[in-house]
């Protein structure tokens, strides 16, 4: 949103064949930037009718089951006024693992659920989607892991870096523009591996400041092998991506 049609498009055909292919995807960005009705969009792509997708939410705002046959929502719950009957959204996330889904998409990652998501990730469930607080991709990285570093097992920060910059391969980041009221993609980075105990990344599109749009920053995306030997139909060209 809030771009024009001719930066908008190479971007919004690669998100779509990444989506196709089961890609892992993180959108980050601040309160109100727009995070969840990003994720309705990419999960919008989802084209296989096989698929099975559930959906964790502590507030049901995704409406992926209009077009997808086989989605389920899930949906956690506070105490009562007696302090019982909670259910967390780190239950349900193991609990989706249960349910035979080929992807699992997570409304808001915000506490120890971060690291039942990245397993997740893992063990079959490629292509899976959540959101997440982040002022950059980079920052938006740093707090999965420390996310992780919250749940019962208390896995090392070294091992949980290893494990996120394996997993993830693209965050997106959206920003909420005060000046313009608009809500926009402003970059699409993908995680290229580890360099000593620091996640490595590149921009492929980015936020151009003299005319505003979103523009191809000249590399090639890694993940467009994974595309390939999933049968994505979808080539990847520099005349294209600009």
């Known amino acids: 949103p809030g771009v024009g049609d001719d930066d908008v498009q190479p971007s919004a055909e690669f998100l779509d064949a990444a989506v196709q292919a089961g890609v892992n995807i993180l959108v980050s960005g601040a309160t109100g930037a727009g995070k969840t009705t990003f994720l309705n969009a990419l999960g919008a792509s989802i084209a296989s009718l096989d698929e099975r997708v559930v959906t964790i939410e502590e507030v049901a705002e995704l ?74 991709p980079r920052d ?23 494990m996120v910059a394996r997993t993830i391969e693209l965050v997106l980041q959206v920003r909420f523009e005060p000046r313009t009221g608009q809500r926009r993609l402003v970059s699409i980075f993908e995680v290229t591996g580890l360099e000593g105990d620091v996640i490595t990344g590149s921009e492929l599109w980015g936020l151009d400041a003299d005319s505003g749009r979103l523009t191809w920053t000249g590399l090639q995306p890694r993940c467009l092998t994974k595309m390939a030997a999933r049968g994505v139909p979808y080539t990847f060209s520099a005349g294209r991506a600009r």
Do not use: F
């Open 140 to 162: 938006a990285l740093d707090r999965l892991v420390t996310l992780a570093m919250m749940a019962e097992e208390r896995l090392s920060g070294e091992a949980l870096t290893k």
């Open 63 to 136: 409406q992926l089951d209009r077009h997808l046959p086989d989605c389920v929502a899930l949906q956690g719950r506070a105490n009562n006024v007696e302090g019982v009957g909670e259910i967390r959204i780190r239950d349900l996330v193991k609990n989706a693992l249960r349910m035979r889904p080929t992807r699992i998409i997570v409304g808001e990652v915000r506490g120890a659920e971060a690291l039942d998501m990245l397993l997740a990730m893992n063990t079959g469930h490629e292509g899976s989607l959540a959101t997440i607080h982040g002022n950059s």
